[in-house]
């Protein structure tokens, strides 16, 4: 690199003056000059004040004793420390013996410095220069004579290099060390900042970009630094995923998350995650995580989700029959919380309860409802008529239709033993009923009716089917049973209220001798058989 260096030489020669009027003065016709000091440093000037506005003519010749090969010395006319334009004159193009001639026109009246530069590293010593200005109007000149000597060499101050990272994440540090001591640290704006001085400092990443870090050393030649551009990268930053928190399984929800070149995964297995969409597999709650990495670390963020699951209504346990005017539980298994409905009006509902309105069918569904839907489940109901059978009253026979699975009669509320036919034959006065089962499984009660024509002491109709005797009797008595209800037929003896006492199957033959052990009192005896039943009071003293 070229260095410049500002000497003003001066040359052992004789300085005149010459005749003619005087235009100009100098201020000194031999300048003496030392310069120990920095290339481009180190200026010398002579003044020279010009009395008129006429133009000035410097005249000069050197020889190969004047300087040293590297010693390229130049003037530079200078007028009120402004350099005046073209007024740069080179005194030495390396010719040795060369003579030199320039003129200049100075502005006005006014003081002018003729210095001398040279380029490259001055060999050490004194040399000398000697110039003549001459006012070509007047003819009037002087011989300035310019002697320089340098008996040292300063070198400008040298900045090293910097060391260290050139990256840094915000909010993390780096460590930097100059190769020459003694310098000043500084940056170029604030996304770092500063920690520490001297022979180490560390370099604390603010905000992201970029940042100049200057070493800077200064000595008596001036000022130089070194510099190092560090990268502030921003810290791993995750951004906020947005989107859906509640799913149903089977289903899918999109998530999003402004931040570029994350990774979606999920903390548990009850969903998938790819490119955002969601996918659930089982019921539960799963974190949903967007990882982003990077040379600043790793940051992952987080997104809560519940997966629900659709709703299931469960299976109907209800009775896939019902009698008018009856009701019968509707039981749900392993769903609950859901509402029953019924669509023909067959059928009523009252909570858990089916009622029979109407003959017929009704389909009943259960329905149950969450955020992932509704879903129903049904079942088809018949709804079967409740019997209520006439009692038709013959003498003292009763029956009702032949067309019921289950009869049971009742005198004064209270069920009669074994009177299980369509057709009983009363032995006491009361108020008699039936309650009968249809083949549907449907229960019925008939209206109660009384008999009131049977005498105490008589014996109760079917004497021509059956015949006691002797009666009254002591406790020993012979039964004879007439066709046709010997066949099958068993033997009831009852207490007046109708409760059962004995129960004695019928013999082989016609007749049979009981003795039945009973105590004296007044009881009914009864026989029940394929063919219907009969009765006779029995008497024992």
């Excluded at 604390?204 to 190092?228: E, M």
């Amino acid at each position: 690199m070229s260095k410049i260096y500002t000497l003003i030489i001066c040359v052992f020669c004789t300085c005149l003056q010459h005749a003619g009027a005087q235009s100009f003065t100098t201020a000194s016709d031999t300048l003496f000059g030392e310069t120990n000091t920095c290339p481009g440093n180190g200026l010398f000037f002579n003044n020279i004040t010009n009395l008129t506005t006429a133009p000035l003519t410097l005249n000069w010749h050197v020889t190969g004793s004047n300087f040293p090969a590297e010693w390229l010395p130049a003037f530079d006319i200078v007028y009120n420390t402004t350099m005046q334009p073209n007024s740069a004159l080179d005194i030495w193009d390396g010719t040795t013996g060369a003579a030199y001639s320039s003129t200049f026109n100075p502005l006005s009246t006014s003081t002018f410095c003729v210095m001398m530069h040279l380029t490259g590293v001055p060999t050490l010593g004194t040399y000398w220069l000697g110039v003549q200005i001459t006012d070509p109007a007047t003819s009037y000149s002087k011989n300035i004579c310019f002697v320089i000597t340098r008996n040292s060499f300063i070198y400008p101050p040298a900045p090293g290099v910097i060391v260290g990272d050139t990256t840094v994440c915000t909010a993390a540090t780096i460590s930097l060390w100059p190769t020459i001591s003694g310098g000043t640290w500084h940056l170029s704006n604030t996304n770092a900042v500063l920690l520490g001085s001297g022979s180490l400092v560390h370099v604390n990443g603010v905000f992201p970009g970029t940042d100049t870090v200057f070493y800077t050393v200064t000595s008596a030649c001036g000022t130089s630094s070194a510099y190092k551009v560090v990268t502030i990268n921003a810290t791993a930053d995750s951004g906020i995923i947005s989107g859906p928190s509640a799913v149903c399984t089977g289903s899918s929800i999109t998530l999003t998350n402004p931040v570029p070149g994350g990774t979606w995964s999920s903390a548990s297995s009850l969903a998938t995650v790819s490119g955002g969409i969601v996918h659930a597999v089982f019921t539960g709650t799963d974190t949903i995580l967007y990882t982003v990495s990077g040379s600043c670390g790793t940051a992952t963020a987080s997104h809560i989700i519940t997966i629900g699951t659709p709703p299931y209504p469960g299976e109907v346990l209800a009775h896939e029959k019902v009698c008018t005017g009856k009701f019968a539980n509707l039981v749900l298994h392993i769903n609950t919380g859901g509402v029953w409905t019924s669509t023909t009006g067959n059928a009523a509902i009252d909570g858990n309860l089916i009622i029979g309105a109407a003959p017929g069918f009704d389909t009943i569904y259960y329905t149950v409802s969450n955020s992932c839907g509704t879903a129903s489940v049904a079942t088809i109901v018949t709804i079967n008529p409740t019997p209520a059978p006439a009692i038709i009253i013959t003498g003292t026979t009763l029956h009702v239709p032949d067309i019921y699975s289950h009869y049971q009669w009742k005198r004064n509320g209270t069920d009669i033993a074994d009177a299980y036919a369509a057709e009983y034959i009363a032995t006491m006065n009361g108020q008699y009923s039936v309650d009968v089962r249809s083949n549907e499984l449907c229960s019925g009660s008939s209206d109660t009716v009384s008999i009131t024509s049977l005498a105490a002491n008589n014996v109760v109709a079917g004497n021509q089917y059956i015949a006691i005797y002797p009666n009254p009797n002591n406790g020993t008595f012979t039964l004879t049973i007439h066709a046709p209800l010997r066949q099958d037929a068993h033997i009831v003896i009852s207490d007046l209220v109708g409760n059962k006492i004995r129960t004695i199957d019928t013999p082989a033959a016609g007749s049979i001798t009981l003795s039945p052990g009973l105590p004296a009192g007044i009881y009914i005896l009864s026989i029940n058989g394929a063919e219907g039943s009969v009765a006779s009071k029995l008497i024992i003293n």
